[in-house]
């Protein structure tokens, strides 16, 4: 049984950092591009960033290039996403999530494949506020 448990979410203020987790389990997340991706009230779910262990491959959406940074740590079968410089717009729950390992070249980011996701998280929220 696949499951990928996240963690990290939390309240900042503007500029400030945080770093979530996501712990694969039932699936050899090496071979997956390993996303992240986020929703706001009302909004529709957005592609964050994404790993693809297997070619060191990282893709990421305009809006996060810069201040996000996407990594894993084999030895945990964990994705981390660390976010820096946070902006209240970053406010959303955030979700990981595995995809074939192809739509890592995509770019910028994964918004238009949150369709192609074969596997989801079940969030963990992220707000920015002062």
């Known amino acids: 049984q696949v499951q990928l448990v996240e963690s990290g979410g939390g309240s900042v203020q503007p500029g400030g950092s945080l770093r979530l987790s996501c712990a694969a389990s039932?699936?050899?997340?090496?071979?997956?591009?390993m996303g992240w991706f986020r929703q706001a009230p009302g909004k529709e779910r957005e592609g964050v960033a994404g790993?693809?262990?297997?070619?060191?491959?990282?893709t990421y959406s305009d809006s996060v290039k810069g201040r996000f940074t996407i990594s894993q740590d084999n030895a945990k079968n964990t994705v981390y996403l660390q976010m820096n410089s946070l902006k209240p717009e970053d406010t959303a729950m955030y979700y990981c999530?595995?995809?074939?390992?192809?739509?890592?070249?995509?770019?910028?980011?994964?918004?238009?494949?949150?369709?192609?996701?074969?596997?989801w998280g079940k969030g963990t929220q992220v707000t920015v506020s002062s």
């Open positions: 039932g699936l050899p997340y090496s071979s997956y591009c």
């Open positions: 999530a595995a995809l074939p390992s192809g739509y890592c070249y995509s770019s910028p980011g994964l918004t238009p494949y949150r369709g192609n996701v074969l596997y």
């Open positions: 790993f693809y262990a297997g070619a060191l491959r990282t």
